[in-house]
């Protein structure tokens, strides 16, 4: 097998995100694609906004020099509505990788129906309740990070715990952003461990509180990038640490994941499909969520 780490194995390519809105969908589906290519080394362009053959006829030219310029084909993941504009696109001396024509085809012809070919479709969406809430959930996330105002927990539907810089903070970010959850998250320090009890703003919310552990050794090298020297940074003091918020989450029967052995993506998955509904009472399956 060959070796991820050696960087004379990889191969070079450019990617294109082209898309007639934002690009987080292009990119998005394209990204998730290429990380399994570990060989790849990847020089990224994004171009958003082409809603017109004009515009894609620009892009053409853009893709086109950077296929003379390094002499290669580039990879282009297109999300273009208008069959016109991804026409034009098509004149790219590049593998485009076409995601509407991939789903809304085989879709149309499943579902008997054409679609709108609407463009900016989703992100219309930014009007709807839905968006609203999203709103809410991100504004009450960022006032509730690393056990500010305590009072509002009562609102948070999950309370994530661990100790510092455990991953608390962008997994609560992630929720708010991506799926409209409303989480607050709250540190467990050395004081709680010598206390052998959890703070005292947390037993009245038992049933929301999700719990996120790490590796003694990265966290370490995590709390040495923004305190070098130091005891909070040291593994030994690392090792009790997690030692001691292990052991309180067993003693209180509260789950816990590594963020050390899990990305932010599956935590947030297990959150949503395995534990959220059952603390709602809801169906994993919830409309809400999509």
């Known amino acids: 097998m060959t070796d991820p780490t050696d960087t004379a194995s990889l191969v070079e390519r450019d990617v294109f995100f082209v898309s ?32 017109s053959p004009e515009k894609a006829r620009e892009a053409v030219a853009r893709i086109n020099d ?39 085809v085989p879709l149309e012809r499943e579902l008997g129906m054409k679609s709108t070919h609407t463009i900016g479709r989703f992100h219309a969406m930014s009007d709807s309740e839905k968006y609203k809430n999203r709103i809410e959930a991100i504004n009450f996330t960022l006032a509730h990070d690393d056990g500010q105002l305590a009072a509002g927990l009562l609102q ?23 799926y409209g959850v409303k989480v607050a998250n709250y540190p467990l320090i050395p004081e709680d461990f010598e206390r052998g009890l959890l703070p005292s703003a947390l037993p009245a919310h038992k ?7 790490i590796s003694p050794e990265r966290l370490a090298e995590v709390r040495r990038e923004r305190r070098p020297n130091s005891r909070y940074a040291s593994l030994e003091n690392c090792r009790y640490e997690v030692a001691q918020a292990e052991s309180m989450m067993r003693r209180e029967g509260i789950r816990c994941l590594s ?6 993506e599956e935590i947030a998955a297990t959150i949503l499909q395995d534990w959220l509904p059952q603390h709602r009472g809801e169906n994993a399956d919830s409309e809400r969520r999509i």
């Not at 310029?69 to 001396?93: M, Q």
Request: aromatic share 6%; proline share 3%.
């Open 207 to 213: 049933d929301r509180l999700f719990g996120l552990t």
């Open 20 to 51: 007639d809105g934002t690009g987080i969908t292009a990119e998005t589906l394209g990204q998730s694609v290429l990380a399994q290519f570990d060989q790849l080394h990847l020089r990224v362009h994004r171009i958003a906004f082409v809603d």
């Open 259 to 264: 963020s050390t052995t899990k990305s932010i």
């Open 66 to 104: 950077v296929a003379l310029r390094h002499a290669s084909r580039p990879i282009v993941f297109s999300t273009l509505v208008d069959p016109k504009t991804n026409e034009a696109l098509r004149a790219a001396s590049a593998l485009i990788l076409d995601a509407f024509g991939t789903f809304v």
């Open 156 to 178: 948070a539907e999950v309370i994530l715990i661990g100790v510092s810089r455990s991953g608390k903070t962008p997994t609560s970010l992630y929720l708010a952003v991506h």
